[in-house]
């Protein structure tokens, strides 16, 4: 297995899950999955095609995805058509005969074939290794996302009894789940329901002030990236695609009002990064198979949390960092609270009323993104902080409320933990009201003791502790207030709490995730990327099917010079080694060449291979940078080295770079005046950035390009982690 797929997808180790269910179908056994999206469903069925003897048929219901996914599967060399409608008929009899031939080990189809019995008749002809159901979930009614055609899989194991099924999606409730293997008879299946956590995603909210300049401003900042920004209506998406456009960012609009031949051609302009951000409704999504997503901007509410899972999973398909921002304003809670107001049904406008108010929370509430998404989906995230969300990353400011929420509980206490929030409130701000005087409530000692912050204040608070688990409601009809063991250990002043203040705080730390993502080299990353989309071009493909971000950043990472320091990289499978390995080793080398000083780690023969080798020491390449040590440390200045050596300053600058990141004893004063160094340190992790441009833009002028250089490899002289908790 191992090396099938390493030689067909490159790739050196499984992701979670992955290993597990290909042994099971290798062993003929039935599979049902749930992996979040990213998670590499794809070749848990294409391994095995290549590996059993007989075609894989793979059912998708998309019928625009499925040339990409043949295109991808081509690319690694696997032998993959599909059929649909969109085919004609010689394209069609073309497919058949390779079929028939047994020369197919990957065959798409969309559902309805499955009702076509002059279709099902030649199935019967051929040897199927196995029947892999895509977005499972279109089975069931039951899910987000039913689909009629699908029904016509209900009989897939009574008319192939000797054929193994695996069906995958990303989003099953388990009563979704149990719907599907009942209607699908798959027969006592391997089931996995894997983490929903997707740990490249970095979560952040920020308040919405004027959002549309606040998106410009996070656009600058991820130069080059792709990235989709959602807003609800079609009119704000055409306005903010507009806006975006006039200032320079190749954005198109992607609404269900738009013709359909424009939607298409912004959607495939996205996919090959001709436009780097799609300005969207929710109608853009199903059928994004772009993996290198690198953000997803929310700019307005999202009118629940499964939603936003779903539009915020598009990002970092691939596995590297991603970015979701939303931006939040409780300005936008009426319109929402508007349509679902509208909803007739009883049950069904509450439960969506319900849903809204969890998305508030999660955009409120002082508690780590991440744990609250998944718990939402009923999954308990261990780790205390997650390390990749404004929350625990400390990128917001809080407030300690314990006070006030001491007041609160001993409210709840003195009442004898017997009353609702609207109860308990009214005692709080000292409400002069029948009931309470009858209960005497009013002679407690806590009434009236928040009276001077309003009832909206108390309800915020009462929310924020009902949130952060300090204390709950109990009963269904009439719910009353119960502390917890938080909530007692907090009233005796053993612990505080806080909550989110809404002011912004400006610092953000540079740690990205819990994962540790190896920075990479960005600039030969901007040449790697321009070289792959030549070759889509070429190919006429999604640059994202030629090599991944993920394939390019470990090239970047590792400069590898030869086919043999080639083919270690991740996602370089044969196929892909033979045709492209060169010309990308190729474009490294002319790299180099243009820029002695760049490579920071090198693979050579004798401290060979990485992907989990220790990023050793950095080597000073040569003696060229030697050169540049010497004339530097005889206090000549860098114009005078750059004439000395007869090379460009940006050489020279290039050199220095390198000397003070290996710790070469530059006077670093002499490059860079000292008062501004601690500012410029500052700025980089302000901005959360190793870029330079945006730290010379935030500077205004006041600092070049090459301070911000010369500081930032002063920075990365030791692990960044530990600078920023100096
Ligand atoms: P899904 O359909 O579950 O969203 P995909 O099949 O599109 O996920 O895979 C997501 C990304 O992960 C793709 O870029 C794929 O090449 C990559 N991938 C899949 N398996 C592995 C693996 N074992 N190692 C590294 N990358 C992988
Ligand atoms: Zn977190």
Sequence with gaps: MLDTMKKVFGFTSFLPDQETIIRNILNRKDVFAVLPTGGGKSLCYQLPSKILPGTTVVISPLISLMKDQVDAAQENGISASYLNSSLNPVERSEVYRDLKKGDLELLYIAPERFVMSNFLEELKTVQISLFAIDEAHCISEWGHDFRPDYLSLTHITSLFPDIPVAAFTATATVKVQDDIIKKTGLRTPYVVRASFNRHNLFYQVKRKEQVESQILNFIHEHENESGIVYRTTRDAVLKLADFLSKHGVRALPYHAGLPAEERKRNQEAFS?????????????????????????????????????????????????????????????????????????????????????????????????????????????????????????????????????????????LRTGQRFGIRHTIDIVCGANIKRIRELRHDKIKTYGAGKHKDKKHWHFLVDELLVQDVIHQDGDKYPVLKLTKKGIDILYGKETIAALKTEEKKKRPLALGDEGFTPYDEYLFEKLRVLRKKIAEEQNVPPYIIFSDRTLHEMCRYYPGNMSDMQRISGVGDTKLEQYGEGFIREIKAYINENPGRPERQSSAEQSFFPHANLGPKRIKGETIQKTHELFEKGLSIEQIAKVRNLAKSTIEGHLEQLIRDRKDIDINRLVDPAKQDEIKESFLILNTWKLNPIVEYFNGKVSYEEAKFVRALLQQNDSKKIIEK
């Design 272 to 412: 090959r990064d001709e436009a780097a951000v799609m300005v969207a409704t929710i109608a853009f999504g199903m059928g994004i198979d772009k993996s290198n997503v690198r953000f997803v901007i929310h700019a307005d509410l999202p009118k629940n949390i499964e939603s936003y899972y779903q539009e915020t999973g598009r990002a970092g398909r691939d596995g590297e960092p991603a970015h979701c921002l939303l931006y939040f304003s409780r300005g936008d809670i009426p319109k929402l609270k508007y349509f679902i107001d509208g909803i007739a049904d009883d049950k069904e406008r509450e439960i969506a009323t319900d849903k809204l108010y969890r998305i508030i929370r999660y955009a409120s509430h002082n508690i780590c993104r991440r744990s609250y998404l998944l718990e939402y989906f009923g999954e308990n995230y261990p780790a205390e902080n997650c390390g990749a969300c404004d929350i625990c990353t400390g990128m917001v400011e809080k407030i300690d409320i314990t006070i006030d929420a001491q007041i609160i509980m001993s409210a709840m």
